[in-house]
């Protein structure tokens, strides 16, 4: 039978890393059903318990739509002594019926244990932006956009001071303000959230520099969909002035860490990661300056690899596919 795959396997010192990329031969393609002028693309994420058979089951799934499958890739790690399975499928696809496919995706991880999210692909994710004073994420991440860098549409940003209405502005987004007390924080928390669900239905919230500390009610409503962004200091650090902090301990790395938000604080899984090196020549303001670059990119990249379905949270790590 002809392979619908060219598949290579590369283990280093960490987990067995493999990515299966699709034939493009015209031959193969026609020889197997497999629609090559279809314009909508999917993704399919699927994850558990590892055994034999699961790549073939899902893409027999696909196959039987006339889906053609554009990218594949999958990775197995352990948990104690259980062997997991990870993996991210893109497929095109027109005419299928997508609730057969839905349901029998359904009824496969069922058989194996496992869990699944499916992305048709058909409507663009609605991001909201929270900030405080600080503004060069907020900056980074609307001139990302501007540039067809990010695949959403913001919709809105909200903030504790009214500081960076003109930002907004510059962009056409509204700019709500909530100024937060200790004695009315819960109100303010619950206007906010009615804001983001009934009015602006979003679906990923960003935390752009954003310091209040988030309710654990709030955040259980948005798990593993929030995304924050800090200096990668935590917990040696910690006040209000970490890079001074750092300047006289005299570190030689500084970095920035993106996280999923949780009830726990700046506990969350890590998705992803960046450090740049300093040393004695530079001041306090030089490792602001490299630790806010440092920020802008890694909470960019972050958010592009959640709107791009590339991000698995198992338990309290994320499971990240490369580009």
Not at 162 to 180: C, E, I, M, R, W
Request: with cysteine.
């Amino acid at each position: 039978m002809l392979s619908l795959f060219r598949a290579v396997a590369v283990r280093s010192n960490g987990p067995l890393l493999l990515s299966r990329q699709l034939a493009t031969s015209a031959t193969a393609s026609n020889t197997l059903g497999i629609s090559c002028g279809a314009t909508k693309k999917a993704r399919l994420l699927v994850h558990g318990p590892d055994s034999k058979g699961i790549v073939a089951s899902f893409s027999h799934i696909l196959y039987d739509q006339g889906c053609g499958i554009i990218d594949s890739a999958s990775e197995q790690s352990t948990d104690g002594e259980t062997k997991l399975f990870f993996q991210r499928i893109v497929f095109d696809y027109e005419n299928c019926d997508r609730d057969e496919i839905e349901s029998r995706v359904s009824e496969q991880c069922r058989a194996f244990g496992m869990e699944s999210y499916l992305n048709w692909g058909d409507r663009r994710k609605r991001v909201a932006i929270m900030v405080s004073k600080y503004d060069h994420c907020l900056w980074e991440l609307l001139l990302r956009h501007k540039a067809h860098e990010l695949d959403c549409d913001f919709v809105v940003v909200i903030s504790n001071h009214p500081d960076h209405q003109n930002v907004a502005g510059t962009f056409s987004l509204p700019y709500h303000v909530f100024d937060k007390k200790s004695e009315n924080k819960l109100d303010q928390e619950e206007k906010e959230m009615k804001l983001l669900t009934e009015v602006y239905n979003v679906d990923l919230l960003i935390l752009a520099r954003y310091m209040q500390v988030l309710s654990d009610g709030f955040v259980e409503q948005w798990r593993n969909k929030i995304i924050n962004i800090h200096h990668s200091f935590l917990p040696a650090f910690l006040g209000g002035k970490p890079y001074h902090r750092a300047h006289e301990r005299g570190v030689k790395l500084i970095g920035a860490t993106a996280h999923f938000t949780t009830v726990y604080l700046d506990e969350g899984p890590i998705i992803e990661q960046d450090i740049a090196r300093v040393s004695h020549r530079d001041t306090v303001n030089d490792m602001i300056r490299k630790g806010r670059t440092l920020e802008k990119n890694v909470l960019v990249h972050a958010v592009k690899s959640h709107l791009d379905d590339r991000v698995i949270v198992y338990k309290n790590k994320c499971i990240v596919f490369p580009e």
